[in-house]
């Protein structure tokens, strides 16, 4: 059991991390506003340069789904046919079928690629996992060790190797343009 003056130091901490924790939900509200100001311009500058599909999918990517719902009651629709248009309009905006490519739904891909880096590095930093060594790398030290202790057996003029594709044969061509 926790005695009254621990339990006034936790609240003292979480009302310091409150004011931050409220502006979350502010932030992304202003990202949202930003990337669907930035689909219309997409689609406007792609209208001036007579893309009109491309246009059409920036467009999709600026009407948010509440917008259509609220459109939908005030057009008489029953709340159920209001709620599946405004299901479709945000699936259309997200490009969760990946038929709508908008500017709306790159600039989502692009955030979340961020973010997931991000964290990632930072899940990496915490555990002492980084990887320092490039799969390149790795590739290039693996090549030199094994040339180095298993150089590979040559017999007469013809060295067959195996295809992993095909299980066909190949032989090699002797200088001159010669096979053996």
């Given at each position: 059991?926790?005695?009254?003056?621990?339990?006034?130091?936790?609240?003292?901490?979480?009302?310091?991390?409150?004011?931050?924790?409220?502006?979350?939900?502010?932030?992304?509200?202003?990202?949202?506003?930003?990337?669907?100001?930035?689909?219309?311009?997409?689609?406007?500058?792609?209208?001036?340069?007579?893309?009109?599909?491309?246009?059409?999918?920036?467009?999709?990517?600026?009407?948010?789904?509440?917008?259509?719902?609220?459109?939908?009651?005030?057009?008489?629709?029953?709340?159920?046919?209001?709620?599946?248009?405004?299901?479709?309009?945000?699936?259309?905006?997200?490009?969760?079928?990946?038929?709508?490519?908008?500017?709306?739904?790159?600039?989502?891909d692009k955030t979340f690629?961020?973010?997931?880096?991000?964290?990632?590095?930072?899940?990496?930093?915490?555990?002492?996992?980084?990887?320092?060594?490039?799969?390149?790398?790795?590739?290039?030290?693996?090549?030199?060790?094994?040339?180095?202790?298993?150089?590979?057996?040559?017999?007469?003029?013809?060295?067959?190797?195996?295809?992993?594709?095909?299980?066909?044969?190949?032989?090699?061509?002797?200088?001159?343009?010669?096979?053996?």
């Amino acid at each position: 059991m926790k005695t009254f003056k621990q339990f006034q130091e936790e609240t003292q901490q979480l009302d310091e991390i409150a004011p931050a924790l409220a502006l979350i939900p502010a932030a992304l509200k202003l990202g949202g506003a930003a990337l669907t100001a930035y689909s219309a311009g997409s689609a406007l500058n792609n209208l001036r340069k007579g893309k009109f599909k491309q246009a059409a999918f920036d467009a999709i990517g600026a009407i948010p789904g509440g917008k259509v719902f609220k459109a939908a009651k005030f057009l008489g629709a029953s709340k159920n046919l209001a709620k599946a248009g405004s299901f479709v309009q945000s699936a259309n905006r997200l490009n969760v079928t990946g038929m709508t490519p908008n500017a709306y739904s790159k600039g989502v891909d692009k955030t979340f690629d961020i973010a997931t880096k991000g964290v990632q590095k930072g899940y990496s930093t915490l555990t002492g996992k980084n990887k320092n060594k490039k799969a390149d790398q790795v590739k290039i030290a693996q090549d030199t060790n094994t040339k180095n202790t298993n150089p590979s057996k040559q017999y007469g003029s013809v060295v067959s190797k195996m295809s992993f594709d095909t299980g066909k044969k190949y032989k090699q061509t002797l200088k001159g343009g010669q096979t053996a």
